[in-house]
């Protein structure tokens, strides 16, 4: 220091100055100003969008798409426009542009990416299992249109990776909406949601669960029912042993079905020497 003057922190300073002015020069190099060409306009954009600056590449093929209409360019804006969309996570917006795409160009040969990329990004937006599925539903329905158009490519096996996974999902909130009725007592309609799982979503993980786990929301129904009542309701649960063992010789859970079953004509024995002594 001298006289007070910190030569250090003069230094310092001077260097960041340099540092932003350099960067404003540099981001005023590669954004798109008044009097760029359109093929200039769209390089500066793949830029954007090949360095990874997402937000900036959407509002740069915005501008080239905006003056590109009827150019070789413009079906390459529209496409790399909803990429960007897609790379930013803004997938309902890159939805809307990967369809716009596959209808404006439908010729071109990236429709089909256009129109996988556009189911991808519903699925993208679905949630998890206990909230609304409206998302998830809309990609199934996209997926599904995807593999009648494209069957066989190696896409559309990637498509019925996806949508076992959200039917998975969708067996696992109708599972849990039945062990919620459970918790609740409400066995008939546990019942009856469990039924839903395995009708819905038979190849899901919950579906040798939910048949087993019917039996016993039949017994339980039965068993607090009034005694008239019970024998037309422990019929139902030996009906829903008798699909489990059918569906799932096998299953996981056969020692629990077993178990129930034993209960159930054991209920039934004791109904019937009750009824038989009126």
């Known amino acids: 220091m001298l006289n007070g003057i910190n030569y250090g922190s003069i230094r310092r300073y001077a260097v960041l100055v340099t540092v932003v002015l350099l960067a404003a020069a540099c981001g005023s190099k590669n954004t798109i100003r008044p009097g760029d060409t359109l093929d200039v306009a769209f390089e500066k954009a793949m830029g954007q969008y090949e360095r990874g600056r ?20 413009a079906a390459d804006a529209q496409f790399y426009l909803a990429m960007s969309n897609y790379k930013n996570r803004a997938y309902l917006v ?8 596959a209808r404006t160009y439908a010729r071109d040969e990236r429709r089909k990416e256009a129109e996988f990329m556009e189911a991808l990004c519903h699925y993208r937006m679905s949630p ?54 459970m918790r609740l007592r409400e066995y008939r309609s546990a019942a009856l949601y469990y039924s839903l799982t395995v009708e819905r979503f038979p190849e899901s993980q919950w579906a040798e669960r939910a048949m087993v786990n019917q039996i016993r929301a039949w017994y339980e129904y039965a068993v607090n029912s009034v005694q008239e009542r019970q024998q037309e309701r422990f019929l139902k649960a030996i009906d829903s042993y008798e699909s489990y063992v059918q569906v799932f010789p096998r299953g996981e859970n056969r020692e629990i079905a077993e178990e129930y079953y034993d209960m159930i004509l ?5 109904l019937a020497t009750i009824t038989a002594g009126r």
């Open 94 to 101: 890159a939805a809307s542009e990967f369809r716009r795409f």
């Open 54 to 73: 997402y937000s900036q590449a959407v509002r740069s093929f915005e501008t080239v798409l905006s003056i590109a209409r009827g150019t070789e360019l």
């Open 266 to 270: 054991t209920r039934m024995a004791d």
């Open 128 to 181: 998890r299992y206990n909230l609304d599925q409206t998302e998830t539903y809309n990609a199934l329905d996209r997926f599904q249109l995807f593999i009648t158009r494209y069957p066989g490519t190696d896409m559309a096996a990637e498509a019925i990776v996806y949508m076992d996974e959200m039917r998975d999902k969708l067996a696992k909130k109708k599972f849990m909406a039945a062990e919620m009725y």
